[in-house]
């Protein structure tokens, strides 16, 4: 479920070749047992007459791999390898002393390159030139991986197509098998809606969602109905703790997607609120300028690129962000023959702008707020594409925001497609119950 779930909403999706880490126990054995093997081969082809056993059944691994890559009508493709790599008849040469071990080589290099792909088409022309045996079936086995690889890609574009059409059904029939054999499998979905439905009854959250967004008030408004509770829900897993709690069962195959979401909106609530305070700090005449506006967003944006990593600092990011914002402030206000920035007005600047390093700090917090009353309204209104007016301050940062919401509603949507029955059954429980 998982990996045809991924070939569906992933459409980079590629499978690649293994790669051990460097110095890892696993990719030492691997290295001794393969030494190992090549050795005994090496050693048997060199007695006198040589010892073809390994060889052989090298051979009829490469046969069988090969098959493997035909489609059903290469009848002719089949009918050569299974005649040339016949391991009876072969056995027979190798006893009688009449096997053409190079000549075997010669006929699985044709064949890997009539069916290899054209990326591959240098690593197999570089077989020719290894005149050494074992050194040569070693290389043939790499590039055959390679093949495999290739070919389970071409399959992956091949399908994607069927299960885009299938996918739906697919997925929530391998569920009900889990949730089958594993009854608990919606606890954390249920306890995430629960919430979800007490936050907006209890209007604990009202500063982030849009008026009308569903909310009831305590006890005399109307009870909020299933579908805004459902996007609500998935609002909150925007700003979800995936260290202490785990994350909801149906959506547990995009928590890394949800992630890396909430990470961009992290990043652009940031760069939001520092560009915003440097423009209301700033002339009116620079902040209308788009090539000063746009220029001070890269910049912004490339020293805050590496937010993801743990050694990250946002306080020290955000002193360099000041620094640099008032250097281009100075500059742009030079060259408009304006009055330049006085110390005292540098200090509250990057002072601002340091302060956007807390959660709390109110402007950081209003642009937080406008981004989920953005989400929360390109969710609302369903498939088509809607044409909403930004929350003001949110101009700057209007084509990032709407890139992230449009990965966020596919989702979104996708998720609801397979698991709405399931969410409209707890949520009428947990609504009654309300």
């Known amino acids: ?62 046969k069988e791999t090969l ?33 053409d071990i190079s000549k075997l080589a010669e006929f699985i290099i044709g064949m890997m390159g009539t069916l290899c792909a054209p990326a591959r088409d240098e690593e197999v022309r570089k077989l020719k030139d290894i005149k050494e045996i074992v050194p040569l079936f070693r290389a043939i086995f790499s590039v055959l991986d390679l093949m495999k690889v290739d070919m389970a890609n071409f399959a992956v574009t091949s399908i994607r197509p069927h299960l885009m059409q299938q996918s ?23 306890q995430w809606l629960e919430e979800a439905a007490d936050d907006l009854m209890n209007q604990k959250y009202k500063n982030a969602l849009p008026a009308g967004g569903g909310a009831a008030g305590s ?22 703790d995936h260290l202490q709690r785990p994350f909801p069962e149906t959506v547990l195959m995009d928590q890394a997607r949800f992630q890396e979401l909430q990470l961009q909106l992290e990043q652009l609530t ?5 560009l915003l305070v440097t423009f209301s700090m700033a002339a009116p005449g620079i902040a209308s300028q788009a090539d000063f506006a746009e220029k001070l967003k890269m910049i ?38 304006l009055t330049p920035f006085t110390t005292e007005k540098e200090a509250v600047l990057k002072g601002q702008i340091q302060a956007v390093a ?18 929360e309204s390109y ?14 301050g949110l101009g700057p940062v209007q084509k990032e925001l709407e890139e992230v919401a449009i990965k966020f509603v596919r989702l979104v949507n996708y998720n609801k497609m397979v698991f709405s029955p399931y969410y409209d059954a707890i949520l009428s429980k947990i609504l009654v119950r309300s």
């Open 1 to 62: 479920m998982a990996l045809a779930h991924e070939i569906v909403v992933n459409g980079d999706f590629r499978i690649k070749p293994v790669e051990l880490p460097e110095d890892s126990l696993e990719k030492r054995v691997k290295e001794i047992v393969h030494k190992a093997f090549w050795d005994c081969l090496s050693i048997q082809l060199s007695e006198e007459p040589p010892t073809y056993d390994h060889a052989i059944k090298l051979v009829g691994e490469i």
């Open 300 to 337: 912004v944006k490339v020293l805050l690129t590496d937010a993801h990593l743990p050694s990250f600092h946002l306080k020290d990011a955000l002193t360099t962000i000041g620094e640099k914002v008032c250097l281009e402030v100075s500059s742009c206000l030079a060259l408009c023959g």
């Open 379 to 392: 969710l609302a209104s369903g498939h088509q594409k809607p044409l909403l007016t930004v929350p003001g």
């Open 67 to 99: 098959l493997s890559f035909l489609l059903p009508g290469h009848t002719r493709l089949r009918n050569q390898i299974t005649e040339v790599l016949d391991l009876d008849l072969i056995k027979q040469e190798a006893e009688n002393g009449a096997l």
């Open 358 to 375: 807390s959660p709390d700090d109110p402007i950081r917090r209003i642009m937080d707020s406008r981004i989920l009353i953005f989400l």
């Open 168 to 190: 739906v059904d697919y997925e929530r029939k391998k569920f009900q098998q889990l949730l089958e054999k594993q009854p608990n499998s919606l606890d954390f979905v249920t």
């Open 219 to 240: 006890g005399d408004g109307p009870m909020p109905n299933p579908v805004a509770v459902q996007n609500y829900a998935y609002l909150k897993l925007l700003k979800w």
């Open 270 to 274: 940031i760069l939001g609120a520092v």
